[in-house]
């Protein structure tokens, strides 16, 4: 427990709102409970993601990443608002249907930082978005913002798992009520049943060998050929979809909806066998889309048209 600084939850909470967080929630900052992560590691379900097998000392401990850090901050973001598919064959997951996440909730998180700096000038603070290597659904858990799913994603009783998720890690104290959500999935099966190529397993673990958005953005090698990608040429929602939480989940109003124009007007050209380089450009300065080269997606549009019915190649 930190000493010295410490802070009222309200105010950490009035501050996500102000930058349109949905939630948000604190924890004492301990070592990470159990070894699900190495085990899921063991069986090689990270496939080509060797960058996971690093730094595993701080993600079970993430004080190394700052050792006078006491408390983590989770928040959290819904993008449950209208997604486009423009009536294309082809799909783009709704995370990429914005502006990169990465950036703007990094952003919002530093302009938390800053206010909490306004009153506590001793603050060490250390934003984080899917940047470090931080177990980032299981410290939402531990936070009480909702419980991981048989498809390994934070669902949550208001906003579904349709959420992006930042921490603070930061050497603050506050008096954050203990939450605590028991797991809502109970029989439930439909995320498992919508995988196309069975990638959910047991105990709420992926094998990404088997998963589309894996294929599709961390494979940096083309697509099997025998591989079902359910048309999609960056990222899945199939499983998303299917989560009865997603459906009754409170929706947002629309955001960014110049890169939803962006994202139509490329799966049009795709369909039309126009998508060129210039297209590819534009779109990844926008959205998430930039984690992958303009090669991949072409591998990943052709790896969709060996299962769609005939089309032209593209070049
Ligand atoms: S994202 Fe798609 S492929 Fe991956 S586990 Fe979910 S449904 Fe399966
Ligand atoms: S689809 Fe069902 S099992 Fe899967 S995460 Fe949602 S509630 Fe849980």
Known sequence: M?????????????????????????????????????QWLAKGYNASMQYMENYLDLRKDPRLLSPDSCTMFCFLMSYN???????SQYKIASYAQRKDYHYTIKEKLRNIISKIEENIPSL???????????????WAEKCGLGWKGKNSL?????????????????????????RTINNHCGTCTRCIDSCPNRAIKENKEIDCNLCISYQTIENKEPIPNSFNTNNYIYGCDLCLEACPWNKKAKKIPNQDTEVKELVCTTLEKIEQNKFEKGDFNKLKKQSPINRIKYEKLLSNIQACRTTLPSQPEQH
């Not at 603070?125 to 299981?138: C, G, K, Q, T, W």
């Open 2 to 38: 930190c000493k010295k600084n410490f802070i009222n939850f309200d105010k950490i909470r009035d501050l996500a709102f102000e930058q349109g967080f949905c939630d948000v929630g604190a924890t004492e900052l301990d070592k990470v409970e159990g070894d699900f992560f190495e």
């Open 81 to 87: 608002d209208e997604r486009v598919d423009n009536n």
């Open 124 to 138: 060490q603070a250390i934003a984080f978005v899917d940047s470090a290597p931080i177990l980032e659904r299981y």
């Open 154 to 178: 934070l669902v949550t009783k208001e906003f579904g798992s349709k959420v992006f998720i930042g921490e603070i890690l930061c050497n603050i104290s506050t008096d954050y009520p203990e």
